[in-house]
C-alpha cells in the first residue's frame, strides 16, 4: 500500500504540476518579461554596479523563450512531483492518527497545512522577487534566510501538530486545533521578528509589476496545491477503498 499511495502521489503531483505550469505562464510570465525588459534598459541592474557591464552584453546561453515554456514546465514538474511523493509518506503517517477522516479530507487537511506552513508563511516574511530586483551579492544571504525560515515553520508546524493532537485528547478536537494554531502563530511571529528583514526593491520599480508578480507566484503555489490535494485524495481513497474491500 505504500508503494501504491506513493506512486499515485507523484502521478497527483505531475498533474498538479501541468495545472500550475498553465497558471504561471498564464499570469506570471507578463510579469517576468516586463521586469526583464526593465532589467535590460539598465534601470535596475540587480548588482546597482556602475563597472558591472549592461544585462545585454552577457552571453545568453538559454534564450528566453525556452526558459518560459520548456524551463519552466520543467521545473514545475520536477516540483510537483516531489511535493506529491512527500505528502504520499505524510498521508500514510497521518491516515487513521487524525480521527475517522475519509482519505480525501486528510489529504486536503495535509495540503492546507502544508502550503500555509511551506510557502505561505515564509513568503510573508520573504515574499519572491521579479528580476532586478535584488543585489547581485546578496543572494546567498537571501535564499539562506528564506530556506532557514521554511525549516523553522515546517518544524514548529510539525510540533504545533502533534502537541495538537495530544490536546485534542484531553480538550476536544475544535479547542485542540486552536491551541496548536495560536502556538505556531505566536512562535513563528517571534522568530520572523527576529530574523533580518529584506527589502531591496528599488525605489522607483513599478509596484504593479511587482504586485503582478508575487500574487501569480501565491496563485501558482496554490493551484499546486490545491489539485495536489484534491487528486490524490481521490486517488488515496480509491486505493483504500480498493484494499478495503478486497480484505472484505
Do not use: C
Not at 188 to 203: F, R
Amino acid at each position: 500500500m505504500m508503494k501504491t499511495l506513493l506512486v499515485r502521489g507523484m502521478l497527483a503531483g505531475l498533474i498538479a504540476g501541468v495545472l500550475a505550469f498553465g497558471f504561471a505562464y498564464a499570469f506570471g510570465e507578463p510579469s517576468v518579461n516586463a521586469a526583464i525588459g526593465l532589467e535590460e534598459s539598465g534601470g535596475h541592474a540587480h548588482s546597482h554596479d556602475a563597472s558591472a557591464p549592461p544585462a545585454h552584453e552577457h552571453e545568453e546561453l538559454v534564450t528566453r523563450d525556452i526558459q518560459s515554456t520548456l524551463g519552466l514546465l520543467t521545473g514545475v514538474l520536477v516540483y510537483g512531483v516531489a511535493i506529491g511523493g512527500l505528502l504520499s509518506l505524510a498521508f500514510a503517517f497521518a491516515q487513521g492518527r487524525l480521527g475517522s477522516l475519509r482519505p480525501r479530507v486528510t489529504a486536503l487537511l495535509l495540503t492546507a497545512g502544508a502550503f500555509t506552513v511551506v510557502f505561505l508563511v515564509p513568503f510573508l516574511k520573504y515574499p519572491a522577487n521579479p528580476p532586478a530586483v535584488g543585489q547581485a551579492g546578496t543572494i546567498g544571504s537571501r535564499t539562506e534566510l528564506y530556506f532557514g525560515f521554511v525549516a523553522v515553520s515546517l518544524l514548529v508546524g510539525i510540533f504545533a501538530t502533534v502537541f495538537g493532537r495530544k490536546l485534542a485528547d484531553r480538550l476536544g478536537a475544535w479547542n485542540g486545533f486552536l491551541l496548536a494554531a495560536a502556538g505556531y502563530v505566536v512562535v513563528i511571529g517571534v522568530v520572523a521578528w527576529l530574523m533580518p528583514a529584506v527589502d531591496e526593491v528599488p525605489t522607483a520599480f513599478p509596484a504593479s509589476t511587482l504586485w503582478s508578480f508575487r500574487t501569480a507566484s501565491v496563485g501558482t503555489q496554490a493551484t499546486l496545491w490545491l489539485a495536489l490535494g484534491l487528486t490524490f485524495g481521490a486517488f488515496a481513497e480509491k486505493a483504500l477503498t480498493k484494499k478495503t474491500a478486497v480484505a472484505v
